[in-house]
T-cell receptor, first 116, second 108 residues
Framework: DTGVSQDPRHKITKRGQNVTFRCDPI?????LYWYRQTLGQGPEFLTY????????KSRLLSDRFSAERPKGSFSTLEIQRTEQGDSAMYLC??????????????FGAGSRLTVL | GIQVEQSPPDLILQEGANSTLRCNFS?????LQWFHQNPWGQLINLFY???GTKQNGRLSATTVATERYSLLYISSSQTTDSGVYFC??????????FGKGTKLTVNP
């Protein structure tokens, strides 16, 4: 296993179009997270899954955003009707959480979205 | 929500120099992580350090949870240390709240 994979690495789209990002976590990890990072800022939490259940969503995740993890493995993040303000790096991370254990996140290389 | 402040925002070093990066947080935490984001955007976890001191090669980190700060030490810096260093703490439930980072540039 080579880590967390994200696809595509770069996406340029026109305002109003829909885009979808895919994340393949480390196979034995049970948690998967989506974060968004804009220029000069730290990553901001969007949502996370425990296996296939989406357990928390940030207020940043407007109705135009939807995330799924259908079989508890890979996840997709879809943005509908993109706006210029959606331009950012979308980061996926995974972790293996055990009772009384540390929750150490491993990040993917990110998917950079540019909305024209 | 919890606030995370990192200092300095920018740091320029000559290769071989040592540096200390600071992370202050506004509330008690049971988890603190340091990350390095390389110039290509990849975030690498450096330390999981809720308290105490850890060392990994030329890097070490100390968290004083009772005083709500953590320090990252980089010794004998190399050009490959360049990038942005983030600290992150829990922001309620399972999400991490990141600081704005310290941008480190190491010149040859």
């Amino acid at each position: 296993d080579t880590g967390v994979s994200q696809d595509p690495r770069h996406k340029i789209t026109k305002r109003g179009q829909n885009v979808t990002f895919r994340c393949d976590p480390i196979s034995e990890h049970n948690r998967l997270y989506w974060y968004r990072q804009t220029l000069g800022q730290g990553p901001e939490f969007l949502t996370y899954f425990q296996n296939e259940a989406q357990l928390e969503k940030s207020r940043l995740l407007s109705d135009r955003f939807s995330a799924e993890r259908p079989k508890g493995s890979f996840s997709t993040l879809e943005i509908q009707r993109t706006e210029q303000g959606d331009s950012a790096m979308y980061l996926c991370a995974s972790s293996l959480v055990r009772p009384s254990g540390a929750n150490v996140l491993t990040f993917g290389a990110g998917s950079r979205l540019t909305v024209l | 929500g919890i606030q995370v402040e990192q200092s300095p925002p920018d740091l320029i070093l000559q290769e071989g120099a040592n540096s200390t990066l600071r992370c202050n947080f506004s509330d008690s935490v049971n988890n603190l992580q340091w990350f390095h984001q390389n110039p290509w955007g990849q975030l690498i976890n450096l330390f999981y350090i809720p308290s105490g001191t850890k060392q990994n090669g030329r890097l070490s980190a100390t968290t004083v949870a009772t005083e709500r700060y953590s320090l990252l030490y980089i010794s004998s810096s190399q050009t490959t240390d360049s990038g942005v260093y983030f600290c992150a703490v829990p922001g309620g439930s399972e999400k991490l709240v990141f600081g704005k980072g310290t941008k480190l540039t190491v010149n040859p």
